[in-house]
T-cell receptor
Framework: GAVVSQHPSRVICKSGTSVKIECRSL??????MFWYRQFPKQSLMLMAT?????????EQGVEKDKFLINHASLTLSTLTVTSAHPEDSSFYIC??????????FGPGTRLLVL | DQQVKQNSPSLSVQEGRISILNCDYT??????FLWYKKYPAEGPTFLIS?????DKNEDGRFTVFLNKSAKHLSLHIVPSQPGDSAVYFC????????????FGTGTLLAVQP
């Protein structure tokens, strides 16, 4: 299947700093990527849809000014958590599809805000 | 509003037996359904999917059944193996796999040797 990578795999930062997470589709082009968040022992919650060349579409309750998404190319989307706080600590996962039977998920990024 | 629900948070099955994981949904617009397997601190791994025009899809040990009138789908794993132990999520979308997915709450499957 197609491969989606994420970087970094885990990050620890101080409260108030910003953190950028990259999501790449390695062997296919993706005009649309998705960002999810998973809190411990909970489901994956869709945060936003990342559209190449245009603004992201955010789900209800997700602050667009706090979670900045940039889909700079057909293989790269970035999520920047601005002014991170401890409650932003979570597992962030991206996905992308190529028109087949599934979306392919990245390995996830564990964010810990101290 | 939880549009996709997995009412069993956990399931324990003996090796070699059948595992049946259930999923219910409320949005009648959903027309594509997927099952993923997930380990802690990893991304979901795709298992099998089904379009709403079908009522059954089979891939090796995995079979998904869809009952549209009941808004219910299930994943059958036969025979179950210890390596199947993980959290299983069902997900649904409108318009196919490349559109946004709504995930269920997950079921932790433990296959006992």
């Amino acid at each position: 299947g197609a491969v989606v990578s994420q970087h970094p795999s885990r990050v620890i930062c101080k409260s108030g700093t910003s953190v950028k997470i990259e999501c790449r589709s390695l062997d296919f082009q993706a005009t649309t990527m998705f960002w999810y968040r998973q809190f411990p022992k909970q489901s994956l919650m869709l945060m936003a849809t990342s559209n190449e060349g245009s603004k992201a579409t955010y789900e209800q309750g997700v602050e667009k000014d706090k979670f900045l998404i940039n889909h700079a190319s057909l293989t790269l989307s970035t999520l920047t958590v601005t002014s991170a706080h401890p409650e932003d600590s979570s597992f962030y996962i991206c996905s992308a599809g190529q028109g087949g039977e599934t979306q392919y998920f990245g390995p996830g990024t564990r964010l810990l805000v101290l | 509003d939880q549009q996709v629900k997995q009412n069993s948070p956990s399931l324990s099955v003996q090796e070699g037996r059948i595992s049946i994981l259930n999923c219910d949904y409320t949005n009648s617009m959903f027309d594509y359904f997927l099952w993923y397997k997930k380990y802690p601190a990893e991304g979901p791994t795709f298992l099998i999917s089904i379009s709403s025009i079908k009522d059954k899809n089979e891939d090796g040990r995995f079979t998904v059944f869809l009952n549209k009138s009941a808004k219910h789908l299930s994943l059958h794993i036969v025979p179950s193996q210890p390596g199947d132990s993980a959290v299983y999520f069902c997900a649904a979308s409108v318009g196919g796999a490349t559109n946004k997915l709504i995930f269920g709450t997950g079921t932790l499957l433990a296959v006992q040797p």
